[in-house]
């Protein structure tokens, strides 16, 4: 077989560029050459999900924890597996000690076709009941292995993918878990990849670096076609690949350099988990290590009357709950309620930054520029701190 020349290849992803002209702004270069990042963001993500799993050979490749399309989740560290219908498999290893432990098989895993993904079964490991030491071992399978009295869950014929969230509440501090994945009815030798398969792979990961970008551009701006900044509504994220216990809440914000976003709401009586984070004008999540554009159910302060309130603002307002849009002028606005008793609906005023206070309640705490350096440093440490890639 003769392999394609180098320069045909990279021909495979000059179309991408012209994605430009679906952003929010497609006269601002800022943005275009953001988007530019972007394409290289998903070309990283596309060779561990093209090259470094097979469903003869799984093994859990890093998926986007450190390329910030698809607005991950800056709480949730992701792996993810290519598993086939006829296969055995089994996951084992350590449940640690991080907040939140879930698995999605499904299949086409977004990006790397056309279709939109479906998702065949979402599970907690919590409820699977690892054992007292914390040890996990699941068996998955389309029929239960005779004899095998374990932990089993039952994949379809056409299943594709293992996908495991590992959800931090206290970044740093908890112990995320240490889990292997393998094949039991192969061969466990994985073989040289031969020319052709090699070919193969590297078609798809550049038809995925322009493919990925394009599906979520498309989506973001039907957001901006359905809804009027700074108002929140219901989002259909499970629809989406996202996690089917949640409720997912989204808003477009828009504000000027002076003035502020304040985000209100009630806590669920009863909640697992809840979160919420700024993503730019192309589905990028906002820098979230090193600057505070997300707070979880921990890292969040609640006030005397147990309301959250959050500001949205491009300077620190002195408070708390800041979320950074680090310039960006507009972007979206998610939150999620997970295994909740209810789904408040958050509400938003858009108020001039000199004026935020006047919109807070007396209680909220004042926060120093030296607090606020202490609390992104920690931050940054916490992040850091688990496994990312």
Sequence with gaps: ???????????????????????????????????????MMNLSLGYFLYFQSSPEHPDFAPFLNSVYLLQPNPDDAYVVAHISGDGVY????????????????????MGMVEELGQQHLEVD????????DGKVDIVLSVEKPEGHSGAWLQIRPDSEYVLIRQRSYDWGNEADARLSIERLDNDPIKRRMPTEEIEQRLD??????????????????????????????????????????????????????DEALIVETEVPR?????????NDEIWNTIEYVNAQSSLNGHQAHLNADGMF????????????????????PTGTLVGRWYRSSDA????????KLSEV??????????????????????RSRGAQQRRRW
């Design 90 to 109: 089994r996951i084992s290893g350590d449940r640690g000690s991080v907040h939140l432990l879930t698995i999605t098989i499904g299949k086409n895993m």
């Design 357 to 378: 206070r006047d919109h807070l309640p007396p209680d909220t705490p004042s926060v120093s520029p030296g607090a606020r350096a202490d609390a992104i440093r920690n």
């Design 1 to 39: 077989m003769t392999v394609l020349p180098w320069p045909d290849r990279l021909k495979q992803i000059e179309h991408a560029g012209e994605l430009w002209a679906r952003t929010w702004a497609p006269d601002d270069e800022q943005v275009r050459a953001e988007l530019h990042r972007q394409i």
């Design 309 to 328: 309130r959050a500001v949205v603002a491009s300077q620190d307002p002195g408070v708390p709950n800041w979320l950074d849009t680090l310039g960006h």
């Design 125 to 132: 490991v919590d409820d699977l009941a690892p054992g007292p």
């Design 204 to 257: 798809g990961m550049m038809a995925f670096a322009e493919r990925l970008s394009r599906f979520w551009l498309n989506f973001v701006n039907g957001i901006k076609e359905r809804h009027a900044p700074n108002t929140v509504h219901v989002a259909p994220f499970q629809e989406m690949g996202g996690v089917k216990a949640q409720v997912y809440w989204e808003a477009i914000f828009e504000i000027g350099p």
């Design 270 to 278: 009863q909640v697992r988990y809840w979160n919420v984070q700024l």
């Design 344 to 351: 408040p609906t958050p509400v938003l005023r858009r108020v």
